[in-house]
Structures are given as C-alpha cells and as structure tokens.
C-alpha cells in the first residue's frame, strides 16, 4: 500500500514539461470531468505526503519506545539483583542470630555451673576457716604448754605430740592458700563469661533492631488521603478538626486489656472507650444493617509510622456468626484480608473454623475475623517488639500481607463510617 501511494505521489512529478504545457493549454478547454479527475490527483498527492510524514512520526515513536524500554529493563534487573543480594543479607543475619542465642544459651548453663561451683568452694573454704581457727586455738595452747615445758624439760611423747601439730597446721594453711587461689581463678572466669553474656547481648539487641526496622512500615508509596466524611453516629466516636466524626470500633494502645475473650464478651463489647476497648459485634451490626458503610483500619508500627486502608463492607448477622466480606477501596499498606470472602467471626469459645482443624483463637488468641491464620489478627495479645521468640512475637498484634512480611504493631484503630450522606473513598479521621 505505500509502495502504491508513492507511485501516485511520485509520477505526476515525472510529466514533462511539455506535457504539463499542454495540460495547462487544453485545461481552458478541458471538460469538467478532466478537471475533477486533476483535482483528486492532487488531493491524492497530499494525502500521500502526509502518510509518509506520518511513517517518519512512528518509526520515530518507535526507537524512542524501545530506548525506554530498555531503561526499564536495566532498571529491574538492577533492583532484581538488589532484592536479591538483600534476602541473602536477610539469611546470614537469621542463621547468626540463631548461632549467636545457642551460643548464649551454653553460656548461660555454663554460668549456672561455675556459680554452684563457687558457691561450693565457698562452703569448704568457711568449713576451712573455722578448722584453722580451732587449730589455732589448739597452737595456742600448746604455745602455753610450750612455755611452760621451757622451764621444765619436757618428755619425748610431748616433743613428738608438739612437732605433728606444727606439721599439721602447715599442711592446713597451704591447703588454705590453694583454695583461696582457685575461687580467686574462678572468680576471673566469671568476669569473663559475664563479659561474653554481656557481648551477645548486644549483638541480639543489634539484631531485633534489626528485625523491628524489617517489620516497620517504610516511608515509600504513601498514598494521599482526601476529605473526612460527615459525622453520622454518636456512639464511641473520633471527632476531626472540621467537626466529623467515624464511630470507633475498636482501640490497642498499650496492652492494657486482655483481648482475650469469650464470644459473649465480643458479642456485647468490653473495655474503656476512652482506652483500650471494643464496641461489641451486637452494636456493630444494628448500626450496618441501616445502609453502606465504610470500614477503616489504622495502624501504627513501632517506629510510629502509620498506614491506613479502607473497604466497603458488609457484616451479617448473629445467625450468620457475623459474617464479614470486604471489598478494598484505597489504603497506604498492602492488603492482608481477603477480599470476596465470607469470613466468620470466631474466638477461643466459638470456633467455627470447620475448614481446618487448626483453631486460630486458641493459638493466636483474641477473637477475630479468620480465614487463614496467618493473614492478620488486631485483637491478639498485645507484645513488644523485643518479646523472647518468634512465636511470641506471632500471637501479637500484626499485618500480614498473603504475600510479605508481617509488620507488629503498637497501636490499631478499626472505625467505620455510613456512606449514603457524602460518600468519599479517600476518608481523614483522626489520628490515635
């Protein structure tokens, strides 16, 4: 088809002169349709030149596609590597920090033997002491009899008697030295294993660092949030600084509530609303089932950087175990519930995890929307982030993204809102 556009462009260009002479002196003469048939020749030459202009333009667009996608190309290889050399870093740092807690765990019974050790040592060296202090009474009187004997010659027994007392006492003292000598080593030992404790101390402290800096959330891809809704409930609720409100659910800030629970305690509430607390699945669904609400959750890790995300909702009633399915609407954190899913409410009284024979409440404790028990749970037991054990640290307060790591949590927020009066996906409540 360009080879046949061309054509057309080009062999008009080709006429003669002459040719072009005659044409302009038979064109007064020509007839109408010679002149139409003129005019779509040269409506056919533009139409040409434009195409071939607009071929230049694509094979343009085209090199400049492909040098930009080869930028993006090298640009994913690097970070590729980068992630890559990272999870490595990530496996030394775990096998050392396992190394480094048997290696503690040795001193530390190495430690309890030497003490028990000591303390013997001790023992016999009080039970020596008071020895030498009979012996020395002993010497002392024989010191008397000595004097006495001075000016009267004493017997060959009493000489003999007197000579293995010395012999004795000498015996005593150096058995005496010998010991203080070993508690004075043992004591030296000691200071040194303290000092090693104290070393790999350190070095877990340095690593839990570490990992809290792993499970806090970065600074990177924080999406802006928009306007507030408008207020609509007056139970527990969280004013903004414009006056609006979201009704609050549930509140973590310090662990000073056991959410560990029955199904009657979740059903009907429990806690402080102006602490720690939650309203209750009974409250939760009289005010969801008047229309659409959103479902807001806040979180704050340890480093007090805070993320957010928000779903549509709907929540079922008693007789559906409250049933909840969440459709996701915006946020700062990667999703760690399942969308589209019915997931039950159960807790350690109430399970109805039928599917698995895993029970989340008892093993993670706190009652909570599951589905699988690794995804999430804002109502397990509040730890710190230097909580001995991994497991521990699990049954606490986290977010696990299905595919990432879990972040642990200091403080969450779960608030709702209507959206029939001013609907708005990028809602602002309050901060904790």
């Given at each position: ?27 007064s003469?020509?007839?109408p ?20 202009q ?6 343009d ?5 492909k040098?930009?996608?080869?930028d993006?190309?090298?640009?994913l290889?690097i970070?590729?590597?980068?992630f ?5 870093q990530t ?11 048997q290696t503690t765990?040795?001193?530390q ?43 009267i ?22 058995d005496?030295?010998?010991?203080l ?10 200071d040194?294993?303290?000092n ?15 990992e809290?800096?792993?499970n806090?959330?970065?600074?990177e ?19 903004n ?11 973590r800030?310090?662990?000073?509530l056991d ?14 609303l ?7 699945l ?5 005010m969801?089932k ?22 549509s ?18 946020g700062?954190?990667?999703n ?7 997931l039950r409410?159960?807790t350690?009284?109430?399970d ?24 999430t ?10 909580s ?14 299905k595919k990432g790591?879990?972040?642990l949590?200091?403080?969450?927020k ?12 990028n ?6």
């Open positions: 088809m360009k080879v046949f556009l061309g054509f057309l462009f080009i062999a008009p260009l080709a006429l003669p002169a002459g040719a072009e002479k005659e044409y302009s002196s038979f064109d003469a020509a007839s349709e010679t002149k139409s048939r003129f005019a779509m020749l040269d409506d056919v030459r533009i139409l040409a030149n434009g195409l071939l607009l071929g230049h333009g694509l094979k667009f085209v090199h400049k596609t040098g930009q996608m080869n993006i190309f090298q640009k290889y970070f590729d590597r980068s890559y050399e990272l999870s490595q496996s030394e740092i775990k096998e050392e920090e396992e190394q480094l807690r765990a040795r001193l019974i190495h430690n309890e033997e030497i003490k028990n050790l000591s303390q013997e040592m001790n023992s016999k060296i009080e039970d020596l002491i008071q020895n030498k202090i009979q012996l020395q009474e002993k010497v002392w009187g024989l010191e008397d009899k000595v004097t006495k004997l001075a000016i010659q004493p017997s060959t027994q009493d000489t003999k008697e007197i000579s293995s007392l010395k012999a004795f006492v000498e015996q005593q003292d150096n005496i030295k010998q010991l000598k070993i508690v004075e080593d043992q004591h030296v030992q000691l040194k294993q303290h090693q404790i104290m070393e790999l101390e350190d070095k877990l402290n340095h690593i839990e660092l570490q809290l800096a792993e806090s959330f970065t600074e891809h924080t999406e802006p949030e928009g306007t507030p809704f408008p207020a609509h409930n007056a139970t527990a609720v969280t004013p600084a414009d006056g609006t409100s979201w009704t609050v659910i549930q509140k800030v310090d662990g000073s959410f560990n629970q029955t199904w009657d305690a979740y059903t009907n509430g429990f806690g402080d102006n602490e720690e607390f939650w309203l209750g009974n409250k939760i669904y009289s969801t008047q229309g659409d609400y959103i479902f807001r959750i806040e979180l704050q890790d340890w480093k007090d950087s805070r993320r957010y995300v928000e779903y909702f709907s929540l079922g009633g008693p007789e559906t175990n409250y049933t909840l399915q969440l459709t996701r609407v915006s700062s954190i990667p760690a519930l399942p969308e589209q899913t019915e409410f159960s350690k009284d109430h109805m995890d039928i599917a698995n024979d895993f029970n989340c409440p008892e093993n993670y404790l706190g009652g909570w929307w599951h589905s699988e028990c690794e995804e749970n804002l109502n397990g037991k509040y730890v710190t982030p230097r001995r054990g991994r497991l521990e640290r699990r049954k606490g307060l986290y977010w696990k993204p790591r879990y972040y949590l200091k403080s969450t779960i608030m709702i809102h209507p959206t029939d009066l001013k609907f708005s996906l809602a602002q409540p309050g901060a904790f």
